[in-house]
């Protein structure tokens, strides 16, 4: 799944949660396509963004293709 401008006003006025032009660039960057091989669920993609606006952060780590994959932050254990 992948996520539109649209999806993301609807998911603001469902949350609550008013969302700066900043955050709605990075979060429509980061789930704007599909980290292939894999697909991001609707769950995975609102905890994400949760975390982010309440952290500043994602919660998983940028699907990378470098053999190093960056540390999950602290207290994650997902």
């Known amino acids: ?3 539109t401008q649209k ?3 609807k998911w603001e006025e469902n949350m609550l949660t008013p ?3 900043p955050q709605k660039a990075a979060i429509l960057a980061r789930f ?3 980290p292939e091989p894999y697909t991001w669920s609707e769950q995975d993609i609102s ?3 949760r975390t982010f606006v309440d ?3 994602f919660v998983k780590p940028e699907q990378s293709f470098s053999t190093e994959v960056p540390p999950l932050p602290p207290g994650v254990d997902f």
């Open 32 to 34: 704007g396509t599909e």
């Open 19 to 21: 969302l700066s032009k």
């Open 55 to 57: 952290h500043g952060c």
């Open 7 to 9: 999806y993301l006003q």
């Open 1 to 3: 799944m992948t996520i």
């Open 47 to 49: 905890v994400q963004i």
